[in-house]
C-alpha cells in the first residue's frame, strides 16, 4: 500500500478477550501499511460497582494505563475504524456506544462519510450474542455515513471462526478461554481488509 491510510481500532474490553481481537487486528491493518491507533473506551460505573465483578478493576488498570482513550480527533485522523466491544444481553456493551455518542459533531460535518469500518465482538457462550452484537452495531456506523466492511468468508478460519459481519471470539464464562488462533486470524484479516478498502476509498 503505497498511499499513507490511517486506522482507528477502538475497544472496549473487560477480561482481555476483546483487546486480543484488537491487537490482532491492528497487526492486520499495520500488516497492509497503515498508521495504527489503538485505544480502549473507558467505564461508564463507580468503582464500587466494578468491585462486583472479580479481576475487573485490576484490568481496567492495565489496559487504561495500556491505551489511550479514543477522541473525537482520533475518528477524524482515521481513514479505516474498527469498533469492539464485548455483548452485553445481546448487544454491544455500553462503553462502546457512550464513544458513538460523542461522534455527533463529526456526524453534523460529515466527516466520517466515506471511510471504512467494521466490528468484532465477544461473548461468553457460543450462542451469546456474537452475531446480533456485530449486526446491532451496523446501523450505527450506517447512521455515520461508514462503509460497513465485513468479514465475509475470505479467510479460510472463518469457516471454523468470527461471523461474516466481524471477528468474534468466545471465552467460555468462568473458564475464560482466551481467543483461539483462528480467531486471531480472523481479526488479522479484518485488519488487514479494512486498511485495504480504506486506502481503495481514499483514493476515490
Do not use: C
Not at 120 to 149: D, K, M, N, Q, R
Not at 151 to 160: A, E, K, Q, W
Not at 165 to 189: F, H, I, N, Q
Amino acid at each position: 500500500m503505497s498511499l499513507q491510510v490511517n486506522v482507528l481500532v477502538a475497544f472496549y474490553s473487560r477480561n482481555g478477550s476483546v483487546e486480543a481481537l484488537a491487537g490482532a487486528m491492528a497487526d492486520g491493518a499495520r500488516g497492509a501499511g497503515a498508521s495504527v491507533r489503538v485505544r480502549r473506551v473507558r467505564e461508564l460505573v463507580d468503582h464500587q460497582t466494578m468491585q462486583l465483578a472479580p479481576g475487573w478493576v485490576e484490568g481496567a488498570a492495565r489496559m487504561n494505563q495500556a491505551y489511550e482513550a479514543p477522541s473525537l480527533a482520533d475518528a477524524r485522523w482515521a481513514d479505516g475504524l474498527a469498533f469492539g466491544a464485548p455483548t452485553r444481553f445481546g448487544s454491544a456493551a455500553s462503553e462502546l456506544r457512550a464513544y458513538f455518542e460523542t461522534l455527533g459533531p463529526l456526524w453534523l460535518s460529515g466527516e466520517l462519510a466515506g471511510k471504512a469500518a467494521g466490528v468484532f465482538t465477544a461473548s461468553s457462550s457460543p450462542h451469546g450474542g456474537l452475531e446480533t452484537t456485530g449486526l446491532g452495531l451496523y446501523p450505527t456506523l450506517a447512521h455515520l455515513g461508514l462503509v460497513i466492511v465485513p468479514t465475509g468468508y475470505g479467510h479460510p478460519s472463518l469457516f471454523r471462526s468470527g461471523t461474516p459481519y466481524g471477528a468474534a471470539t468466545v471465552s467460555y464464562g468462568l473458564e475464560r478461554r482466551p481467543p483461539t488462533d483462528d480467531d486471531l486470524m480472523v481479526a488479522v484479516y479484518q485488519g488487514e481488509r479494512l486498511a485495504r478498502v480504506a486506502a481503495a476509498l481514499k483514493v476515490g
